[in-house]
């Protein structure tokens, strides 16, 4: 179905950790996310250059002597100017956030932000010409997934950004772009990727002999116990006290699920705590660091993070597309709205919105609403899409679905292909089936296809843009 998962995801919420200081987590992003200094050159261009005689070159011209003014322009990208206050503020960002960054050479990192702010210029202007829209509804949308991963209200998400000196404007036209820049190579590079049998012969066949180089798995669940911003001495020592008496009563025995449920102040308690099986990259650190040495069921904590104390539970540990693997499957069903010119965004929304409110009600069942209603296959079925493993869908579209806990009908939901009303109906742990297993292991090698694939189509689309350097960053 094509509102499952791609294997390029939301990147806004990787540029967003350099952003902001904030952490974009579980969310499918490519990894390295553009945070780092070896990561500042993945980016990428557009096409249709204007037709002046390339004056393409491989650094900027060396910066007149004397004085002059800080804002001036660095670059031209198919005539649209790069000024140097844009790159020096995302030289500031990274050094901010990365402080090994500080070692590198500042004419060396000025070289490298300026060529990734061509590369992303490139495929915003691509983007604009091919027609491709983000609505305010998925920005909105996107700030509220940041603010959530984040553990705090879209209130406090501004003040942090504030006291990095970013507007909620600057932040919000940040998403746009990134979210403009995932549409665009979602469309342009997932039809360059194929994944044969024979290869995912070859990948179940590596793994188990133990030959496999693939990324862990991991599957936590955790209690969060917030701290406010301007919290006493004693008060942080009473929170810390409360989230210790959690995981003293885990270690003991007690169901975590029904701790989650009745102790922490996360959105997901209402999934016991679960946050999902999904790679260590898309973990926030702190977890990964944390849980590395736990075993299955262990129970870490309480640790501290910017948003308060977490217990932490290891509910798996296990490789990609694992031949043996068990994972938490979530039956669901959905109902969907495409936009199309008689229906906008903002309209879809609404419409769904009553539907929920008519299910909830009992004035209405939610499979007969998705069979008259649903612009998707699953309709004729009442919107069922079976038992749905982790990292089968979208981003947007699971991280609603992982929020729920069964018989729980989301908000309307903004993806690529329309808005969702989604539900859950119920959670199992299973084991994977032979088909499963070979799903898994194809997404696996599919994901790292893609970001080959991604490279290329980089540097392609780099090859067929005017640049311009006018005067070196400083």
């Avoid at 693997?325 to 979530?330: E, I």
């Avoid at 899409?385 to 869908?393: E, H, K, M, N, T």
Wanted: hydrophobic share 40%; charged share 25%; net charge neutral.
């Amino acid at each position: 179905m094509k509102f499952f998962r791609s294997t390029l995801t939301l990147a806004c919420f990787a540029a967003l950790a350099a952003t902001s200081g904030v952490q974009a987590q579980g969310l499918g992003m490519r990894p390295g996310g553009g945070t780092g200094i070896t990561d500042i050159m993945r980016g990428g261009p557009r096409v249709n250059a204007p037709a002046p005689a390339p004056r393409d070159t491989a650094a900027p011209l060396p910066a007149p002597t004397g004085q002059r003014a800080a804002e001036y322009i660095v670059a031209l990208v198919n005539s649209e100017p790069v000024t140097n206050t844009e790159v020096q503020k995302r030289v500031a960002r990274i050094l901010r956030e990365n402080p090994e960054a500080q070692r590198a050479p500042r004419a060396e990192l000025n070289r490298m932000v300026l060529e990734r702010v061509v590369l992303e210029r490139a495929q915003l202007q691509l983007a604009k010409e091919s027609g491709i829209k983000i609505d305010e509804q998925a920005v909105e949308q996107a700030e509220q997934l940041v603010a959530r991963q984040n553990q705090v209200s879209q209130e406090e998400l501004y003040r942090r950004i504030g006291a990095e000196g970013i507007s909620r404007d600057e932040f919000r036209n940040d998403l746009r772009e990134q979210l403009l820049l995932t549409r665009l190579r979602e469309r342009e590079v997932n039809a360059r990727v194929k994944v044969s049998d024979s290869e995912v012969d070859q990948f179940i066949q590596d793994q188990r002999s133990g030959n496999a180089a693939v990324s862990p798995e991991i599957n936590l669940a955790h209690v969060l116990v917030t701290v406010p911003e301007n919290a006493t001495e004693a008060q942080v020592a009473a929170l810390q006290q409360k989230a210790q008496s959690v995981a003293q009563r885990a270690r003991a025995g007690e169901d975590f699920a029904k701790l989650a449920r009745e102790n922490s102040d996360s959105p997901d308690r209402a999934n016991g705590g679960s946050l999902g099986l999904r790679s260590a990259d898309r973990y926030p650190p702190l977890f990964v660091e944390a849980t590395q040495t736990a075993p299955v069921n262990g129970i870490v904590g309480p640790v501290r993070s910017g948003a308060g104390f977490h217990v932490i539970k290891v509910l798996a540990k296990g490789q990609a597309g694992a031949a043996e693997g068990v994972v938490t499957q979530t039956q669901t069903r959905h109902i969907l709205l495409r936009n199309d010119p008689q229906r906008s965004t903002a309209q879809a929304i609404e419409q769904l919105a009553e539907f929920k409110r008519r299910v909830l009600a009992g004035t209405a069942d939610f499979a007969g609403l998705a069979r008259d209603n649903s612009q998707d296959g699953s309709a004729k079925d009442g919107g069922d899409l079976g038992w749905a493993r982790p990292g089968q869908f979208v981003p947007e579209f699971e991280e609603a679905l992982d929020r729920l806990a069964p018989g729980q009908i989301s908000d309307p939901v903004v993806t690529r292909f329309g808005v969702h009303l989604i539900q859950a109906l119920a959670r199992r742990e299973a084991k994977l089936s032979q088909t499963e297993q070979r799903e898994a292991a194809r997404a696996v090698l599919r994901e790292k296809k893609m970001d080959e694939a991604f490279d290329t189509w980089v540097q392609e689309v780099r090859a067929r843009a005017y640049v311009e350097f006018r005067e070196s960053p400083v």
